[in-house]
């Protein structure tokens, strides 16, 4: 199983349109990060950093990537980094 990490930035976007990379990146088999504090308690942190848990090759992630953040109709810029530490199931 290969884990990704991904962040997408959209240039003038409103709230609609991260709602929509929301919907299109879990389309894409994408989840939201999460971030634990300190007492343990899961953090859901902003709407565009994801993860990805897969059988898929980095190129084919970056390739989902990129439809979802294209299909907001917004610039975006995207970074994709291949996670080694395993993600808590």
Sequence with gaps: ???????VQLR???STDFEKLDRE????AF???KNKKATGKELTLRSNEY?????NSLQEVTAAVYRAAKSTGKEY?????????PFPG
């Design 31 to 33: 989840f939201p990060a």
């Design 51 to 55: 993860n990805y848990q897969g059988k």
């Design 25 to 28: 990146m879990e389309k894409e």
């Design 1 to 7: 199983m290969r884990n990704y990490i991904t962040r």
């Design 77 to 85: 810029t995207f970074t994709v980094i291949k996670d080694k530490t």
């Design 12 to 14: 003038h976007a409103e």
